[in-house]
């Protein structure tokens, strides 16, 4: 069949579902069997940046441009989970309540941890204070719980969004607000769904928040490669960071590959978080990443070698999009969602494509 991508809400309650993602739907016709794609999603994760007075080139559509190609290259209706938001009692699991309450009372924290000037913010434009994104980031905080709950189950999953991985406990920056990956992995652990998590994080920028947040967590194991050059200046410490310089991107993949057995070498984890920033990509536009430019080529391969490494290990891997600006860093993110789902067996290979090999 074809036609767009649906969400579960807009059909009746799934009437059947398994894990080898057939599932069968009651509709006014009847019933309709659908293939189960792992994949979280909203249409609330396109903030209406204009409604908070904010002009800023966040790639905010990465996952809807995502879904609308797969849709139109599989002819397949691509189903998509849409996430309930994590509670106030979930953020305190891992940011102070100080913190919390200032996030939702003073408009002031968000202009500093979206770095606003007047150049990309009119407050009297707006049609709602910047304290009303906290819906937002509570929606995308719980999108990534959910691929990770969904990861557990399928042993692939992805949220299309989410990623914050400069929140601190007591403060956010790097125009993260809470850090949603270490709010998931609070929540999976106080509900004994799994405590040994690895992160792997390959935005541009180091995973600060991330390395702070599980410093003294011998549960955690936090993998950064990142810029050397690139913001923040002064980096955290992770489990295992790989800062890359501009002069040795050509070398990427390659350091990849040994952070990851490094890793594996010092810890067994039970489920990846994978933070699949599309940042390095060389038509990325946020003007501080001009430190690593990497092909869509590279990127692909990067993400492939991620997927593939712990699926072929049966190792659970929940993917989110961390870091990306403009018009075309969703392709990065695209060849990243399809071959999750190929290699699941919920879309076919491509013939002739090096993806799937
Ligand atoms: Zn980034």
């Known amino acids: 069949m074809t036609g767009g991508f649906l969400r579960e809400q807009e059909l009746h309650a799934p009437w059947w579902v398994c894990t080898c993602f057939l599932y069968c739907v009651r509709t006014e016709g009847g019933f309709l069997l659908l293939v189960y794609f792992p994949l979280v999603y909203s249409p609330r994760y396109i903030t209406d940046l204009p409604k908070f007075g904010m002009r800023r080139p966040f790639a ?25 938001p994590i509670t106030a009692t979930d953020a305190l699991l891992v940011h102070t309540p100080e913190y919390l309450d200032s996030l939702r009372e003073d408009v002031s924290v968000w202009e500093d941890l979206f770095e606003l000037s007047d150049d990309d913010y009119s407050p009297e434009t707006a049609r709602c204070p910047l304290t009303g994104m906290w819906d937002d980031v509570v929606l995308k905080s719980g999108g990534t719980y959910l691929a990770t709950k969904l990861a557990l189950t399928h042993r692939l999953a992805a949220s299309l969004g989410g990623g914050f991985h400069h929140a601190f406990p007591g403060e956010g920056r790097g125009f993260c607000a809470i850090h949603d990956v270490a709010i998931a992995i609070r929540k999976l652990q106080s509900e004994q769904l799994c405590r040994k998590v690895l992160t792997v994080d390959l935005d541009f920028h180091q995973g600060d928040g991330t390395a702070v947040i599980f410093g003294q967590d011998p549960d955690v194991f936090t993998v950064s490669l990142h810029s050397a050059e690139g913001w923040p200046s002064k980096k955290s410490k992770s489990d295992l960071d790989v800062a890359i310089y501009k002069t040795e991107a050509h070398l990427y993949q390659e350091k990849l590959e040994e952070a990851i057995s490094q890793a ?94």
Not at 60 to 82: D, H, M, S
Not at 313 to 328: C, D, K, Q, S, T
């Open 60 to 84: 905010l559509n990465r996952g809807e441009r995502v879904l609308r190609r797969l849709t139109e290259e599989f002819a397949q209706t691509i189903t998509v989970t849409e996430p309930p």
């Open 264 to 357: 594996m070498s010092r810890f067994t984890p039970e489920l990846v978080i994978f933070l699949a920033g599309s940042d390095l990509y060389e038509l990325d536009e946020l003007p501080g990443t001009r430190f690593m430019r990497l092909s869509l080529s590279q990127l692909r391969c990067r993400d492939k070698f991620v997927i593939d490494y712990f699926f072929d290990r049966n190792i659970p891997l929940a993917m989110v999009f961390a870091g990306g600006y403009g018009e075309h860093v969703w392709e990065v993110h695209y060849y990243a969602v399809r071959h999750l789902l190929q290699r699941l067996g919920t879309l076919p290979a491509v013939s002739g494509d090096g993806t799937t090999e």
